[in-house]
Structure formats: C-alpha cells, structure tokens
C-alpha cells in the first residue's frame, strides 16, 4: 500500500495567534493531497481583536478546515513524558500505537486525524490561553481542536500507571452519556479480547477532555506500564501493532452499528 504524507500546518501569519496545530493526513494510494492542502486558506488573514490576544478563550476565526470520522488524541508529548518506567516513557507508546491505529483507520476507509504526529507538547501550540498552567493549555488546545476538526468520535490514547503493581489491563472511560459509552464498550471489548481480560469500561469523571469534548469521546488506557507483562506488551511493536488492531475493529464495529 503506498503512502502519501500531507503535512498541513496551520502556521502562525505574524503575531497572529492562531493554535498552531500540526495535522498530518495520511491518505491512501488514492488521495491527492495536493487538491486537498489547496482547500485549507493556510496563509490567508485571520481578523483578530486586541481582546482576543488577551482572552482565555480561543480567538473566533472561521477558516475551512480538515473533516474526519476519528479524531485521534496522543497523549501527552514534548515535556510531557505522561506515565514511566525507567527510561520507558507512555508519549512515545501513545505514539507508535496511535500512527498504527491512524494507517489501519485509513486503509479501511475511515478518515482520521491525528494531533501529534511526533514528540512535542500541544501546550506549545496553545497560544490563546497564556495564562492558564502548561498542562491546561495543553488539554485545553486537544479540546479545541475538536472543535475546529470536525470530527465524529474522539479516542484519547493513553498508558495506565498504578502502586499496585499487579494491576494490569485495558481500561476505556467514556463521558456520561450513551454514545460515549457504546464506543467504549466496543473497544474495551476488542482490547479485551486480545489481552484475555475482562474489565469493563467506566465513566471518567474527573477528566477534563471528557467533560468538555462534545463529540462522543473515550479514553483509552492501553495497559499499565507498572506491569511487567503489559509493560512488555507496550513495548513490542508487534503487540503494538495489536493493540492498535484491536481499537481499529472497536471503532469499526461502533461505526458499523450508527
Ligand atoms: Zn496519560
């Protein structure tokens, strides 16, 4: 299957303050990534207020922007290691598992968009909110651009960390209502499937993203990195690979019942 890269960036004109967000689309053999980076007004003038420079709410600009069926959030990046182990950090597994689930969407038809296609921190693109703490800014600009993508679901990957070093697993949380739930429901039972478990999906209350995303949104934590069996999972890009499978055919099958 050949590849092609579209690197969109929504570069900031000036002193602009536009949330510089690298997208990357990936689209298979039959994208033409030139035609669709021409629909994007990349450097065109954005009309922003002396206010909204100051604001901790998002500059209100309209500009044509990337549609998609999956929004893929990669935790964490740049400063940001998330969860670890030693030298093993969970923004470089939330990573590698979040490009194979975005080629395995793709290849089947189902468009998606990453918002961190290496390792950096989303906080730095949030230009917007300077005063709110690096790790606002940072959700705050994951939130946005759902807002400004517009996407169906949202799936948030993430690594699980705990004391109790037995723990292990899967753990999907949803928002508090149906949808969320139905999507959680898939993955956590393909992922269960793959990992011989048998956890069932929680509403994650406390987490921000959920609470302010008003797609249907879950989070997905791919295992504990405190477990030495699922850390070795984590690590191996086979099983990363499967992992990354087992979230594509959750997604699929949610689709597949809307
Ligand atoms: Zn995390």
New binding site residues.
């Given amino acids: 299957m050949s590849m092609s890269f579209d690197l969109i960036r929504c570069a900031i004109k000036r002193r602009l303050i536009l949330p510089l967000c690298t997208v990357l689309i990936i689209s298979s053999g039959s994208g033409q990534p030139a035609q669709r980076a021409a629909a994007y007004p990349l450097d065109a003038p954005v009309k922003h207020t002396a206010a909204a420079r100051t604001s901790s709410q998002p500059p209100d600009y309209h500009r044509a922007l990337p549609s998609a069926e999956v929004l893929i959030d990669v ?2 990046g740049g400063i940001d290691g ?2 670890h182990h030693e030298e093993v950090l ?2 470089d597994i ?1 990573l590698a598992v979040a490009k194979k689930l975005y080629l395995l969407l793709q290849a089947s038809g189902i468009r998606a968009i990453l918002n961190r296609d290496a390792d950096y921190a989303l906080s730095d693109d949030n230009r917007w909110n300077p005063a709110g703490s690096r790790h606002r800014r940072d959700l705050s600009q994951r939130s946005q651009l759902t807002k400004e993508i517009e996407t169906r679901i949202l799936v948030s990957i ?4 705990a004391p109790d070093k037995t723990e292990h697993g899967p753990l999907v949380l949803h928002q508090n209502e149906g949808e969320s739930a139905l999507l959680a429901f898939c993955i956590q039972d393909a992922l269960n499937r793959k990992q011989n478990t048998r956890a069932l999906p929680r509403v994650g209350r406390p987490f921000y993203l959920l609470n302010v995303v008003k797609q249907p949104a879950v ?1 997905v ?1 791919l295992g504990f990195l405190s477990h030495e069996g699922d850390r070795e999972m984590l690590t191996d890009p086979r099983k990363q690979v499967q992992l990354a499978e087992a979230i594509h055919s959750g997604v699929r099958n949610y689709i597949l019942l809307r």
């Avoid at 993430?158 to 960390?161: A, D, E, I, S, T």
Wanted: hydrophobic residues 30%; glycine residues 16%; charged residues 25%.
């Fill in positions: 935790g964490h998330g969860a969970e923004k939330n993430h690594v699980n960390w989070i934590e």
